[in-house]
């Protein structure tokens, strides 16, 4: 696609958009060039309108010739006595080389049909996006504080030596109620209060990895929790800023690989009978 765009009619959304392909016009002005073809069109369907404008003499055209491959090529010739410049216009006016779109941006707005403006609509987006990464940062940080928790329980309960209760317990209770007390000498430390479900992991660690229990490493991995922690409270504090930045790095990432191919530009509108006046 690509070609020109003509946004002066726009109007947010309500009015409408034209487009023009993009041609580059011989210096004898006996052959026109079309380079790329308008949003909506296809070479096909373009070269169709061409030969039918031809056919009700809308204008003349000796031969068309579609050189189309990799990019769009598609040469025009005109027949002896006819200038690029007379017939420029007459392609504008009766083909494809120029069509019309109408936004006509229609959401579903409580339940029915609403015709809003683009400003509006990307209003509600802006704060639709925002929720959505305020609902992320904040499951982020439970999940966070969870780790958080479970690694400083495991910490507690493993240096303090605190599973060393549970060897002169006989029965499930009592080797419950050994780790409650255990644990509870040391509850200053918690990230939160200790429930029956953190009782049950604590159980569940096996002597094997006790044995091999990495104090260093367990350390580490609460330093890094902790740094995540406060990235993520920060990244909530300055939410805004945070939504921005998540937009500037979808810009950065892929950017490039999508670049506006249609040029922003303003044209003259083509009156069809001013253009017929002068055929005639």
């Not at 509850?187 to 479900?197: G, I, L, T």
Request: aromatic share 6%; with cysteine.
């Amino acid at each position: 696609q690509g070609g020109l765009l003509d946004v002066s009619e726009y109007e947010d959304g309500h009015g409408r958009v034209r487009i023009r392909a993009r041609v580059d016009v011989a210096r004898d002005k006996k052959m026109i060039t079309i380079r790329e073809v308008p949003f909506s069109t296809t070479t096909e369907s373009l070269i169709q309108s061409i030969e039918t404008a031809a056919q009700k003499s809308k204008l003349k055209v000796a031969s068309i010739e579609d050189r189309t491959g990799k990019n769009v090529e598609i040469v025009l010739h005109w027949p002896r006595g006819i200038y690029a410049d007379e017939v420029e216009p007459q392609l504008y006016a009766y083909t494809q080389c120029e069509v019309s779109l109408v936004p006509n941006l229609i959401v579903i707005e409580d339940g029915r049909p609403a015709d809003l403006g683009v400003k509006t609509v990307l209003d509600r987006l802006t704060k639709q996006l925002r929720e959505q990464i305020r609902a992320e940062l904040e499951l982020e940080l439970a999940e966070l504080e969870d780790r958080q928790h479970s690694l400083t329980l495991e910490q507690i309960f493993i240096e303090n030596r605190v599973y060393k209760r549970i060897e002169e317990a006989r029965t499930a209770n009592e080797v419950q109620q050994a780790v409650w007390e255990g644990m509870h000498q040391f509850q200053m430390f918690f990230v939160r209060d200790m429930v029956k479900d953190d009782v049950g992991r604590l159980l569940e660690i096996r002597i094997r990895r006790i044995s091999t229990y990495d104090i260093e490493k367990n350390r580490q991995n609460l330093d890094d929790v902790d740094r995540a922690l406060k990235k993520a409270r920060g990244k909530l504090r300055r939410l805004t800023k945070t939504t921005i930045g998540y937009l500037e790095d979808l810009l950065k990432k892929y950017g490039e690989a999508y670049p506006r191919r249609t040029e922003i530009a303003q044209f003259d509108a083509v009156s069809k009978r001013e253009v017929a006046r002068q055929n005639l």
